[in-house]
DNA sequence: ACCTGAACACCGTTCAAGT
DNA sequence: ACCTGAACACCGTTCAAGT
């Protein structure tokens, strides 16, 4: 891998490479160090996540955090780097969704939104470190780390793509179409989920109405993809709640929770 | 208005209605200052813009910055609020554009393309503003000012929307429908741009590019719901590019002509 | 009623000394 | 080869004194 060339001394710790046993303990450091840095935020709010908090809330020293992370806009770049890889994960079992293909994209954006719900520290993370002023300060690795999953998040887009198109589901002019498909069901999911987590500060009739908002503009653009079968042949309402509880059960319970944990409290 | 109640004793500049003499001062002020730091932002980057740069680059004292903005973040929010004013200016003037109702709505996608392209430092601050670090300490009168803001960018979207289907271009099942179509607009245009601001280092090519994936993207959607024309009946780059010269012949040049500056000094 | 800038607390970052 | 924490520079914010 070319762009692992490392002009800073940071700790040796190669990315998807077999780790010896030193390496491990120091990659596993780093992820106790994000789990901190996730807790302050998650208990104080975003603008109290410091160096200093992070520092003395860990066993480590200043120097070895900053082994770590070349700078506090490094440190929000890893958390947006391990928000992603979750995303990964659960794309990965979105894509083998028992069902057409289109179904399993929607399966994909139920993955996104679900991912918006239940881990909203890490999702507002990624949207954080789409900001300059985290680009700019952010090291050359990571940035490269973040593009590398976009493309396998891309990939699995795309690859759903092309069976439908194998399975004679959706119908392309060119082959780069495919591409530009996939960028706007990117879109259309990432400005739904941006625009809905502004102002969520309601409850659990608004987490539905986020739903099938997400619901409602996926399935237009499928639509106008001409994607088969189109929404007025086919109920994605129930292909929605099919996805829920076939694929993710257990983490939509784990959302329940929190919904109720609040109001027993109060 | 309500909400303008003032628990800080903050200058006294109420909004949208009529100003003193000595308010007017103080209002101008103001946009000295969010000029001032926008310069600080393009010259040396996102990150360089602190309160001691914007202090000793104005002719004023800390004091006197502090009682326009009480924090950092206040200042990203007022630099929001600043980009979504001139937003709304370009939205109305998009829809006036001459033509049929769903080029007229493809006029305010134009709109928002431009505005992304014309001042990039000043739309990354709508992103940088929708980021929980700075909402958190913003102040409330401006946050409240950003969703009146939004809300008028909404009432256009969807008077354009209500024209269409009293005009029989569009089809809805019920009126509450008219918002739903109203969210998927913005959140369609909304994510392509993000998106595509995130690696924005390159030059014209990448541009055009842009504008074709914007192009596309929104004619997806559009129909999806089924707005006639379809863009398989109506050439819709061709009204892109008559939005361009009929509406923003302008500022068209203008970015033209940033693009060449940079090639003729080096 | 508003302006001023010195003063303060805290934060990000570095680096010489240590193991 | 990595860890440590004191030290430093800078930044955000306040507020008593001034007009």
Redesign the interface.
Known sequence: MVWCSRETSRLLCPIGKIKSKRQQAIADREQDLLVIAEQIMERE???ALTMDKLVSACSYSKGTVYNHFNSK?DLFCALCIKSMKQLLHLFRRASHFEGHHRERMLAIHFAYRLHAMTRPTLF?CV??A????VR??SSAERLQQQ?ELDQEVTKICTSILEQAVAAGELTIATPEYVD??T??S???????N??MS??CDSGVIERLDAEK?LL??V???????GWLPLSREWDYQNSWQRIGSELFAAELLAISDMDKAPISQF
Chains 1, 2 share one sequence.
């Open positions: 709010g975003f603008s806009e507002l949207l954080t789409q900001t300059p002023a700019e300060k593009t530009a498909l960028f706007a990117w879109a259309i999911s990432f400005g739904s941006a625009l502004g102002d908002a409602f503009n399935s237009l653009l499928m639509d106008g993809m």
